[in-house]
């Protein structure tokens, strides 16, 4: 080692420690301060647990609002599915009864021809009544036909169901077929959304 290097050492002077502290605690003192310690503890903790209570009640409300939100999803797709199974079993059911009172009286496509003729402008000429062959049989016996400028003609139309028609004019048309006053009653129940 150099000389300049080495240097001189330095005196350290010891502290003064005093044998006593500042004053002495008596047990009513200590027990003050380690109330006052617990209570501003108890404090802290009350706050804390408070904030953490009051967040985890949020987050489960915010859960169960989702939850809801999701219950209410299915049912509301379940209302849907049992509407549109009701109007359907109301279809079947007012097929079902239309067919057979086709059955029980035939002589019901009589009126249906009359009152397809009967929503005819009065000036129509040249009308056809299209009918199941069955029920053109049945309407020429019973219906005697008009001649003249109101004069009309039974055709006979394996398409077209018992107990409904189809009168025709060079200008109008009027659907009186079965299927089409069944689907009429069914939307006149159901409400205009089936159409």
Known sequence: MSDSAKSEPVKWDVPAIDGTTGGQFT???LQDLQKQAYDEAFEQGRVEGLAAGEKEVSER?????QLLVALARPL???D?????????LAMTMVKALFRRELRLDPTHVIGVV???IGMLPMA??????????????LVRESLSQVEGEHAWTIVEDPLITHGGCSVSTD???IDAQAETRVNDLINAIAGDERQ
């Open 171 to 173: 200008k109008s048309c």
């Open 27 to 29: 047990a009513g003192a």
């Open 61 to 65: 409300a915010e859960r169960l609002e």
């Open 76 to 78: 509301e797709q379940l």
């Open 114 to 116: 009359r009152e397809a």
């Open 80 to 88: 849907e599915a049992v509407e549109t199974q009701l109007v359907e």
């Open 124 to 137: 129509s000429r040249d009308i056809r009544v299209h009918l199941h062959p069955d029920d053109a049989a």
